[in-house]
């Protein structure tokens, strides 16, 4: 099972970003998945997550509205778009896959079992 995250980089305030998981399918295509994100000091929070099936969504209140989370079961990939980036969105961002399978979005850090490596997002004010 592997996650590789992509797409952060320097964005000013106001700006986009899309952040791409690749995965490497098989037992992925059946679990719900989630953007988490990072800064130091602080443990990582659910920035969105996505189920199985990819018809429901859930989104922290930080980031609804302006972030978007999507998965491409043919690409074996989730996405996250990101729009009208502030300071506050400046952390590290982390794709991972819940660990037991289930129906629904899990919401902490602990549910989730399969982690990529993080991509740094910098927003500039």
């Known amino acids: 099972v592997q996650l590789q995250a992509s797409g952060g980089g320097l964005v000013q305030a106001g700006g986009s970003l899309r952040l791409s998981c690749a995965h490497s399918?098989?037992?992925?295509?059946?679990?719900?998945m989630g953007w988490f994100r990072q800064t130091p000091g602080k443990d990582r929070e659910l920035v969105a997550g996505?189920?199985?099936?990819?018809?429901?969504?859930e989104y922290a209140n930080s980031v609804k509205g302006r972030f978007t989370i999507s998965r491409d079961k043919a690409k074996n990939a989730v996405y996250l778009q990101m729009n009208r980036l502030k300071s506050g969105d400046t952390a590290v961002y982390y794709c991972?896959?819940?660990?037991?399978?289930?129906?629904?979005?899990?919401?902490?850090?602990?549910?989730?079992?399969?982690w990529g490596q993080g991509t740094q997002v910098t927003v500039s004010s």
């Open positions: 399918g098989g037992i992925l295509r059946s679990k719900a």
């Open positions: 991972a896959a819940e660990g037991l399978s289930t129906y629904r979005i899990p919401l902490t850090a602990g549910e989730y079992e399969y």
């Open positions: 996505i189920n199985w099936r990819g018809d429901s969504t």
